[in-house]
């Protein structure tokens, strides 16, 4: 079972800012907090990942709490194309299987 | 990112018959491989771990003399749906790990592979 839990849906207006809250309370201290993405009908894109610094690349910026047990995900300017469902995955950061959950439903509106 | 290629996109085939569903990672050698499989409105499930030169690893509940993975080198994995039923219709998706370092211990996927069983 996952060991994360999400909201099941939001919504967020087109050109604001997405923050999608992730609780993974008993995460370990080597485990990663890893973000992925599915677009109806595709597999799995790969947003971040973070250990325990806030990190940010092009697409998304990743915000984890000091004592690690919950992170948010923040898509600075959403668009209709970042309709999706969002999921955060705990992972060792090795070639190892990847637990989904069910998610958080994100849908973006005008 | 990393890219991993998955083919076919679809497939339809009769009931009885085999189905190989390929997965490539095109731009970085992959020494482990999983294939996962979703059913509509359910998140995604692992069904094996590939591991080049060596056999895969299945989840429990997932029959081995039915989805046969073959990983004979480190760029290539195939999944083979032997004798297929209306009930094996699914979602096919196959991710690949790219491993430490500047690689950054990221699991990359494909589009994945639509079966459909009449």
């Known amino acids: 079972d996952a060991k994360t839990t999400q909201p099941p849906s939001m919504d967020c207006a087109e050109g604001r800012a997405a923050n999608l809250p992730c609780n993974h309370s008993?995460?370990?201290?080597?485990?990663?907090v890893y973000w992925y993405r599915q677009i109806h009908s595709q597999g799995p894109q790969y947003i971040i990942h973070g250990l325990k610094n806030n990190e940010t690349n092009e697409m998304a910026s990743l915000i984890i709490t000091e004592d690690r047990k919950s992170s948010t995900l923040i898509l600075p300017h959403a668009t209709l194309r970042d309709t999706a469902v969002y999921y955060c995955?705990?992972?060792?950061?090795?070639?190892?299987?990847?637990?989904f959950g069910t998610g958080t439903r994100l849908q973006v509106t005008l | 990112g990393a890219v991993v290629s998955q083919h076919p996109s679809r497939v339809i085939c009769k009931s009885g018959t085999s189905v190989k569903i390929e997965c490539r990672s095109l731009d970085f050698q992959a020494t482990t491989m999983f294939w996962y499989r979703q059913f509509p409105k359910q998140s995604l499930m692992l069904m094996a771990t590939?591991?080049?030169?060596?056999?895969?690893?299945?989840e429990q509940g997932v029959e081995k003399d039915k989805f046969l993975i073959n990983h004979a080198s480190l760029t290539l994995s195939t999944l083979t749906v032997t004798s297929a039923h209306p009930e094996d219709s699914s979602f096919y998706i196959c991710?690949?790990?790219?491993?430490?370092?500047?690689?950054?211990?990221?699991?990359?996927f494909g589009a994945g592979t639509r079966l459909s069983v009449l």
């Open positions: 991710s690949a790990f790219t491993g430490g370092l500047l690689a950054k211990n990221i699991q990359y």
């Open positions: 008993t995460i370990s201290g080597n485990e990663y």
């Open positions: 590939s591991n080049e030169g060596s056999k895969a690893t299945y």
């Open positions: 995955i705990e992972g060792r950061g090795t070639a190892s299987k990847l637990t």
